[in-house]
């Protein structure tokens, strides 16, 4: 207790100390357990935005010279995906409350004839890519404290969505303690820290902690594809991707689109010194998303949807040194417990992001995507009218639509209509090509492919 009591004292936090005489002995015990494992030094020390004075060109591998490099870059991650040396990673810590729903994210209904689940498309795409390469290419999940049980039950009622045993691999994010505005931290109720998910960049820090990280390593995997859940058109089969962090040798590639607007709601993957780093959009003004430079691009031009390819590798030597990703705050409406009762304060969540392991990164490359193939997100209600089921659902209905007509099949749909493809009959363009059988040569009402 005196220890406990020092270091609070220290760091401002002493206050979280006053009534604890009057808990009884187990919520005490637990609570000065939990306090003495907080890192109150780095709570009061968030990240530092850079400044825009700072900020210069990542190197990115363009529409134009993926393009030129294609058979290049296939060949490599073909390799690596034949050696099996891929695993696929999925942050999936998040509810559903954006979008209405009251459960893990992932188990929200969005295939639009299927009703497939989020988590069942993204499970089909590893269990398509499984088959294809003769490998069980590893699937870690990464759950919240909030998510955890109900995403492993939903998993095990689907008998993991027909993957095999053990390739299915959880494991829970940490929790950080919220704040008020002066940097206090609050209570949820007497004896107990109002807190929240460290953010996906605790998938690190839990990767290592749980020993996922580890039973990569000794199954020989080089590469981790790593997506965020609610991208439903995230591909796992990705051989560019990998190919070119084979070929370069690289720690870290990100997959960056054009920014469809400067104020774009994504992270922006920009060089600072002699490394890159993703600069979020919540951290620059109006004014700085609009900069340009002597070139007349955007200094902000390229956006991150989250989708990386991490090297085993580097981030093996990250956890041999300790590092942890640093906390960054937003503002946000909380409910704590104040005076003897919940109120709502005016406070700050803090949360790790998982793009701070790229500036620790020697070798990081930028990879454009192909917008319309790769990125619809669903994270909030079809009220809102932007990245919504409604426009997830219609982005993936065009994708397929294209597919088809690629084979010379014409599609005449309206706008109530859709196709949808499961992964287990063509999880890419390129599988499509191979396996579509001429079946018909005209779509005219909602079209559903299953395997």
Same mark, same amino acid.
């Given at each position: 207790?005196?220890?406990? +009591?020092?270091?609070?004292?220290?760091?401002? +936090?002493?206050? /979280?100390?006053?009534?604890?005489?009057? /808990?009884?002995?187990?919520?005490?015990?637990?609570?000065?357990?939990?306090?003495?494992?907080?890192?109150?030094?780095?709570?009061?020390?968030?990240?530092?935005?850079?400044?825009?004075?700072?900020? &210069?060109?990542?190197?990115?591998?363009?529409?134009?010279?993926?393009?030129?490099?294609?058979?290049?870059?296939?060949?490599?991650?073909?390799?690596?995906?034949?050696?099996?040396?891929?695993?696929?990673?999925? %942050?999936?810590?998040?509810?559903?409350?954006?979008?209405?729903?009251?459960?893990?994210?992932? $188990?929200?209904?969005?295939?639009?004839?299927?009703?497939?689940?989020?988590?069942?498309?993204?499970?089909? =795409?590893?269990?398509?890519?499984? #088959?294809?390469?003769?490998?069980?290419?590893?699937?870690?999940?990464?759950?919240?404290?909030?998510?955890?049980?109900?995403?492993?039950?939903?998993?095990?009622? +689907?008998?993991?969505?027909?993957?095999?045993?053990?390739?299915?691999?959880?494991?829970?994010?940490?929790?950080?303690?919220?704040?008020?505005?002066?940097?206090?931290?609050?209570?949820?109720?007497?004896?107990?820290?109002?807190?929240?998910?460290?953010?996906?960049?605790?998938?690190?820090?839990?990767?290592?902690?749980?020993?996922?990280?580890?039973?990569?390593?000794?199954?020989?995997?080089?590469?981790?594809?790593?997506?965020?859940?609610?991208?439903?058109?995230?591909? %796992?089969?990705?051989?560019?991707?990998?190919?070119?962090?084979?070929?370069?040798?690289?720690?870290?590639?990100?997959?960056?689109?054009?920014?469809?607007?400067?104020?774009?709601?994504?992270?922006?993957?920009?060089?600072?010194?002699?490394?890159?780093?993703?600069?979020?959009?919540?951290?620059?003004?109006?004014?700085?998303?609009?900069?340009?430079?002597?070139?007349?691009?955007?200094?902000?031009?390229?956006?991150? !949807?989250?989708?990386?390819?991490?090297?085993?590798?580097?981030?093996?030597?990250?956890?041999?040194?300790?590092?942890?990703?640093?906390?960054?705050?937003?503002? =946000?409406?909380?409910?704590?417990?104040?005076?003897?009762?919940?109120?709502?304060?005016?406070?700050?969540? $803090?949360?790790?992001?998982?793009?701070? /392991?790229?500036?620790?990164? !020697?070798?990081?490359?930028?990879?454009?995507?192909?917008?319309?193939?790769?990125?619809?997100?669903? =994270?909030?209600?079809?009220?809102?009218?932007?990245?919504?089921?409604?426009?997830? #659902?219609?982005?993936?209905?065009?994708?397929?639509?294209?597919?088809?007509?690629?084979?010379?099949?014409?599609?005449? /749909?309206?706008?109530?209509?859709?196709?949808?493809?499961?992964?287990?009959?063509?999880?890419?363009?390129?599988?499509?090509?191979?396996?579509?059988? &001429?079946?018909?040569?005209?779509?005219?009402?909602?079209?559903?492919?299953?395997?």
């Amino acid at each position: 207790m005196h220890d406990i +009591q020092q270091r609070l004292e220290r760091h401002g +936090q002493a206050h /979280l100390l006053e009534g604890i005489d009057q /808990l009884d002995d187990a919520t005490q015990e637990a609570f000065l357990a939990r306090l003495a494992a907080v890192d109150w030094a780095e709570l009061a020390h968030p990240a530092v935005p850079v400044p825009a004075t700072e900020v &210069g060109a990542s190197r990115v591998i363009d529409a134009a010279e993926r393009t030129r490099r294609g058979e290049e870059l296939v060949r490599a991650g073909e390799q690596a995906y034949a050696q099996g040396a891929v695993a696929v990673l999925i %942050v999936a810590g998040g509810q559903g409350t954006r979008l209405g729903y009251n459960g893990p994210k992932g $188990c929200f209904s969005i295939g639009a004839l299927s009703g497939k689940s989020i988590y069942q498309l993204q499970a089909e =795409k590893v269990r398509a890519l499984s #088959r294809r390469t003769g490998h069980a290419v590893p699937l870690l999940v990464m759950t919240s404290p909030m998510t955890d049980a109900a995403t492993r039950a939903f998993f095990a009622e +689907q008998d993991d969505f027909g993957l095999a045993d053990g390739q299915v691999r959880f494991f829970c994010q940490g929790t950080v303690p919220s704040i008020d505005s002066e940097g206090h931290a609050l209570l949820a109720a007497p004896g107990r820290l109002l807190e929240n998910p460290d953010g996906h960049g605790g998938c690190f820090t839990a990767l290592v902690d749980s020993g996922r990280l580890d039973e990569l390593a000794q199954a020989g995997i080089r590469r981790i594809v790593y997506i965020q859940v609610d991208n439903i058109l995230a591909p %796992v089969d990705d051989p560019e991707l990998v190919g070119l962090s084979e070929r370069e040798s690289a720690d870290v590639v990100t997959k960056v689109l054009a920014k469809a607007h400067p104020d774009e709601k994504v992270g922006h993957l920009v060089r600072v010194g002699d490394r890159d780093r993703i600069i979020e959009y919540t951290e620059l003004s109006q004014d700085e998303t609009r900069l340009r430079n002597a070139d007349g691009e955007l200094v902000y031009r390229w956006g991150s !949807p989250a989708m990386h390819c991490w090297g085993v590798d580097f981030l093996h030597g990250l956890a041999q040194r300790d590092f942890k990703p640093p906390l960054h705050r937003s503002a =946000k409406p909380l409910q704590a417990w104040v005076d003897g009762a919940v109120q709502q304060v005016q406070g700050w969540k $803090c949360e790790r992001f998982i793009f701070d /392991l790229i500036p620790e990164a !020697p070798v990081s490359i930028g990879l454009e995507l192909d917008r319309a193939a790769e990125f619809a997100p669903v =994270k909030n209600a079809d009220e809102k009218g932007v990245d919504c089921p409604a426009t997830a #659902r219609r982005l993936a209905s065009d994708l397929y639509a294209g597919w088809l007509r690629a084979e010379g099949v014409e599609v005449a /749909l309206d706008e109530r209509q859709h196709i949808e493809i499961s992964p287990l009959y063509a999880a890419t363009a390129r599988d499509f090509a191979r396996v579509w059988d &001429g079946r018909c040569q005209r779509v005219e009402a909602d079209y559903l492919l299953e395997a």
